[in-house]
Each structure stands twice: as C-alpha cells, then as structure tokens.
C-alpha cells in the first residue's frame, strides 16, 4: 500500500466519540440501502468538542437516484454538488453533504480545479461508518488524494523553500481565497496548530503522491525543481472566480434543502469572523433573496472573503 493512504487509512480508523459513530449510523440508515460510507470532519474533529457545536459530515452514496424519492434533488446534486442537509440525533445537531462515492473521488483529486472538497480532506477525517470492505477502500483512496491535490495546486504559489508550517498553512489560505469564507485571516494557521505533528508526517507521503520531488531536512522542504508560477497564478484567479460563482448557487440550493439554512449561515459568520448578523422575519421566508442581498454587506464588513 503506498504511503500516503496507509497514512490516511490509519487516520480515517482513529477513535471518535460514541455518540458520533451512532449518529452516523443513523444518518446512513435514513438513506438506507444507497449509503456507502460516512465521514467525519471539521472543527468538531479537530476541537474534539460536540455540545453546543454543529458536526459536520458527508455521507457518501452509491447513486443520486437510488437516495432520492425525489427527482429534482437527485439533479440538483448531480449538477451542483453537494446537496448539504440538517440532520439532529441523541441530542447532537449536524449538517451533512450528500456525493455519490464517484463525485467524491473525482473532487477530492486534480480532475476538478474546485477546493471544497480536496481543501477539506487534506486536513484530518474519521470513517465512522462504512457499508462494507469494497466502501471503505473506494472511500480511502479517494480521502487519500485530497491532500497531495492540495500541494500539487498550490505548489507554483510557494517559494522554493520552507517548513512545513508555511507549506500547509500557505496551501490552506489559498483554498480560502477561492470560496466565500466567513473565517478570518490566518485560518489556515489555527488549523495546522491544531496538529503539527501530523502534518509534518503526511508531508513526505503528499508530496510524492503529488509528484513533487523535495527534500525534507527536519521541518525544512526544498523543492528540486522550480515552479511557474504565471501559470501558478492564473490557474489560482480562475479557481477564484469559478469558486466564489459555485459558493452562491450552492448557498442558494442550500436554502432549499437546508432547515434554518439562513440562520445557521448567520451563526457560522459570527463564529468565525465576529461579525454579528441580525435574520430579519422575511429573510427567513425569501433566503435565497435575502442572501444575495447580504453578500455585499457581508464583503464590505470584512465577514466574508
């Protein structure tokens, strides 16, 4: 098995709460015979924190079709992925995205320029429920690539030499340049902070997935070959204007399929960017509406990039 996804099948086994194992068992049992796999990402994860917080989660499914009774949410997530959902058990709250098992793979790897998903999934997940062995390889090697996709697009953007640190934290910032994020400056290092250990140890294994060749002494990376980066930075401003363009047609579909869609939108800005939004009674009742009226407001507070 090649490094990388030893490293990450490793990961993906790691302990989590009881509580989030049974809430994931729940969520495939309500899409029954079309759940695949469930995984299990985000602050939540990275905090080990769950009251008070809502989980994140994406459940990953054979067949749009086979998941839906209804049509129109089977295209939509076929032509806007994901479908994202609210879902509450035991006392915990969640949303969760909806990918057939074929879309993930295919977002977690260069075969798409979009971030979400391979911006997510370099960074640390659980496999908390599985279908059976076939699943749970497909969905490993899939999770797998995401974090050398990471490092293959952001390399032209890097010096060519640095530590580890920079190396992630610099790649995350990108990801954040090229989706509208409520998260404030520096992000990307909060999160590295949370577990540099593990990102120096999946460093090696990324980057020869990505087929950079580097060297590694302690924490310091040089890369053997130079990078063009004109070519860097236009494959970045149009991975930017393609994101910011997706990030409200998924908004706008989130209203749709999104309990209190508006609000949780809301609570997330406030969180991560400490700018205070009140939801106004009609906004709740128009949220595709109120939230493309927000978004200049929202640009011009500095609540979202």
């Known amino acids: 098995m090649p490094a990388l996804t030893a490293f990450v099948a490793a990961e993906l086994d790691a302990p989590v709460a009881g509580a989030v194992r049974d809430m994931a068992a729940a969520l495939a049992a309500r899409y029954g ?80 320029r ?75 290092i909060a999160i590295y902070d949370t577990a540099p250990e593990r990102y120096r140890a999946v460093t090696g294994p990324a980057l020869a997935r990505a087929g950079l060749a580097a060297r590694i002494d302690g924490e310091r990376i040089s890369f053997s070959e130079p990078a063009d980066r004109a070519a860097g930075e236009r494959a970045w401003r149009r991975r930017r204007i393609e994101g910011k363009l997706l990030s409200v047609l998924r908004l706008a579909k989130a209203s749709l399929t999104f309990d209190g869609g508006i609000d949780y939108l809301a609570w997330k800005i406030a969180r991560h960017s400490g700018v205070a939004i009140e939801i106004r009674p009609w906004q709740r009742r128009f949220p595709i509406l109120a939230g493309l009226l927000l978004l200049p407001t929202l640009k011009r507070r500095g609540a979202i990039r």
Not at 121 to 127: D, I, S, V
Not at 143 to 161: F, I
Request: proline share 4%.
């Open 114 to 188: 979009n971030v979400s998903v391979w911006a997510r999934f370099a960074q640390p997940a659980a496999l908390v429920w599985c279908r059976d062995a076939r699943a749970r390889a497909r969905t490993v090697q899939a999770v797998s690539d995401a974090p050398a996709t990471l490092l293959a697009a952001a390399r032209p953007m890097l010096p060519d030499q640095l530590d580890a640190r920079d190396l992630w934290t610099r790649a995350f910032a990108l990801t954040y340049e090229a989706e509208l994020r409520s998260e404030r400056q520096g992000r990307g």
């Open 33 to 112: 015979g079309a759940s695949e796999a469930v995984l299990f990402y985000g602050s939540c994860l990275r905090e080990q924190r769950l009251e008070g917080l809502m989980l994140d989660f994406y459940l990953l499914v054979d067949d749009y079709a086979h998941a839906y009774d209804k049509r129109w949410m089977a295209t939509a997530n076929r032509l806007i992925p994901p479908n994202v959902f609210y879902f509450e058990h035991g006392g915990l709250v969640a949303k969760y995205a909806v990918l057939t098992v074929a879309d993930f793979a295919r977002l977690a790897s260069t075969a798409t």
